[in-house]
């Protein structure tokens, strides 16, 4: 009995490590007021592998779309979170918020934006894994600029899925995501729990 008291605890505190850091990540929040606004909240994160983005919308109709550092406003057929419209009349943190989790498959550069009501324009965007050449403050720089113009898409196509909290719904995945599962965590401790 002591035994499996113990290997639950370890478990237990286990479980974060194997699964990952989690980057919540406020969209339609301004990050320099902490209110209802424009942009994601923060606007550049750096997690690693195997950490997750949760994407938490805010007030009014907002998505998150991966796009690339050169085009920060035109979607490259990557994750795409769909509209996500939410009351007016809810406050900033409101509890049960659409949230929208992916896991990190890679340390590369990620772009994501806004491109709900064109917001992208005004700065809307999220840079996750910056580089020293790449920056945050020149994506969002990139962004206010009209789009690059080119005969082929850069980028990568789709390589997973995302959940949703509230209504089911599966989204496809750009590279450098994959796919996140709270069940797992569930069944894990379901099978810690039959053995103690």
């Known amino acids: 009995m002591m035994f499996a008291s113990k290997a639950l605890g370890f478990l237990v505190l286990a479980l974060p490590v194997a699964f990952g850091a989690e980057y919540l990540v406020g969209v339609g929040k301004d990050e320099t007021t902490g209110k209802k606004g ?37 979607g490259n057929g990557g994750f795409n979170s769909g509209v996500q419209t939410v009351a007016d009349s809810l406050p900033v943190d409101a509890p049960g918020l659409p949230t929208i989790r992916v896991t990190v498959n890679s340390t590369d550069p990620l772009w994501f934006f806004d491109e709900a009501g064109g917001l992208c324009y005004q700065g809307a965007v999220l840079a996750v894994n910056p580089s020293a ?64």
């Open 133 to 196: 050449a790449q920056t945050g403050a020149a994506f969002k720089a990139n962004a206010a600029k009209p789009p690059v113009r080119s005969s082929s898409t850069t980028g990568t196509g789709p390589t997973g899925s995302s959940t949703q909290t509230g209504p089911s719904q599966t989204q496809s995945t750009g590279a450098g995501l994959a796919s996140f599962h709270i069940s797992a965590a569930g069944t894990l401790l379901s099978m810690v729990l039959a053995l103690w």
């Open 38 to 74: 424009l942009g994601f909240d923060p606007s550049a994160i750096h997690p690693a592998v195997g950490d997750v983005i949760a994407f938490e919308f805010r007030s009014g109709s907002h998505s998150a779309v991966q796009s690339t550092f050169d085009n920060p406003c035109v």
